[in-house]
């Protein structure tokens, strides 16, 4: 399979404004998402992985300061769409299942009210009757049984793991050439979480456009994606297919992280693994490589910024080790 | 039991929340009944003046039932108006009844007048103060409508008086108008229904603004903007349903203190009315007057009431549920 470029992000940095500054929330961010397959964004809480998959959709929050870089899908440069466009691109080419399915959904509209006028934007020229229609078969797809029940339903009448199903239902009903899923099952129980993740492992295979799925958890990562991108305090700071990542990381923050997954054969009482430290500050950033202060294996150069640069073929990291 | 008396069913919660409007209807009579006993002033020596006989004031006593005990009054005076009979005026000795019902369309049209119009106006200034936060409108409103709302009716009934029937003769000083002249009627119902509207349509706008606002940060209205629906449809569709919850809650609350201010503006106005009806009888201690338009009143409030509590369940799936299965409560 060739890798044909769907989504090409361009150095692209995003600021919030707080009292106490502007927050750098991402950082000269490049990434490439190809067509059709699956890609991981990860890291830890405050990463900018969140932040970057809004800015994938246009829906970056309203306290949003300097934007500058470029997001081209398919060549067209998002942030310069007007908002009208982005709209409608919104639903239509890009879909989103949020983190917590038990708040996003209108508590005071019926599953099919919210499924059809989901689908509005790409199908204008269906009623109401069809799209009730398409989110029927599609509520079969994602496991739903009695669909037709469901859709009179309200959300607070399904489990949480029903209406996450409603919530990749509605995703799915848009037809997507990007479909952005994230933390989709951190919301869950962990049975819950574990049906969400095979439903999504089959749906992959027939679900024609690409995936990001930000994420966390490393375990469902590996399970799910293609390609993995790795995000340190707002920057990418090693990318490259899921495989090669995992048998051969090559930046001391995805081998921290690694290290960090709990092992089942570890013995009892045997003290888990963190990465020491805390996250750097975003408004005043520290000069040099953003991980050395918590970085193991640092030396002289790290005060030095690495670039994201390729070890070897698909695979990037920004360390001067690598 | 069928499905009609099910759990979670209006008709059970209808059932329960009747019961419960029934209590407060025989529990406010009783105090009123009360009232009667700790307000200074006998009835019958302010109706028969100071020099009455004894006799005569014995008389007229035993006549309003005044020497009957408590709870007898109370279960005679519900005994009665259940068969449709409020009892007499003292005074000129006709039906309380009639009377009541004659005043009741009177004020009933200067509250709803006063309700519609503020939900008329207030309803989308708050909406459009809440979607362009920030704005002169916005900024005009927060100003605006803490003193307006502040600002008795009465005042504000003053005032309209002042400047527009007196000096500017616009619209007519006095009365409720012509009984057969619709338009008539109509033009003197215009600066009552201001008068006692302005204070909710500030009122109600800020509380509109404020529960929109919050509702458009919730993550559902994200999921749909996260769907490319247009912003109209998240305001008017999305958002304002379960903004309006908190607005339709305050509303029925309000509509006892909309009661109150209307009998001010009624008096000030000197339009024929329940307000000016249970003045006029609370001064010549006509207490069958006074206990029957109370009991109107209170009749209305609660009507209103449980009409506001099934709006709530209608707007919010979750409440009908919930208030089904507590079997009323709320």
Redesign the interface.
Known sequence: MNRETLVEIKNLSVDFSTAKGALHVLRDVSLSIPRNRVVGLVGESGSGKSTLALAL?G?LPDNTGEVSGRIELDGENLLDVPPEEL??????RI??I?Q?PM???????SIGTQLV??Q??RHPQLGRRELLKRADEMLKRVGISNPEARLAA?P?QLSGGMRQRV?IA?ALL?EPDILIADEPTTALDVTIEAQIVRLLDDLRADFSGSIVLVSHSLGLISELCDEVAVMYAGKVVESAPTKILFGNPRHPYTLALLACEIDPEDEPGEALVTIKGGLPDLIDVPKGCIFAARCPSRFGKCVEEPPLCEVEAGHKSACWLA | MNHFWKEGSLARYGAFRLATAVLVLVGSMTLLCCLTLIVPGDPATILLGPRATPEAAALLREQMGLNLPLYERVALFFANALRGDLGVDVINGRPVAAMVFAALPNTILLAVSAIGLAVLIGIPIGCYAAVRQGSLLDQGLAVVSVGLVATPSYVVAITLLYCFSVRLGWFPVLGAGDPGNFVDQLHHLVLPTIALAVGWIGYIARLVRSSLLEVLNEPYIRTARAYGQPERRIVMKYALKLACIPTVAILGVGIGELMGGALFVEIIFNRPGLGSLIFDAIRNRNYPIVQGGILVVVSIFVLVNLLVDFSYAWLDPRVRENLGRAGGGA
């Not at chain 1, 709209?87 to 239509?92: A, D, K």
């Not at chain 1, 708040?103 to 509209?109: G, I, Y």
């Open positions: 959709l829906l709209r409608r691109l919104r639903g239509g879909a989103m949020f917590d708040t996003s959904l209108n508590p005071v509209f006028d989901a509005r934007n309200y607070h919530m509605m848009c």
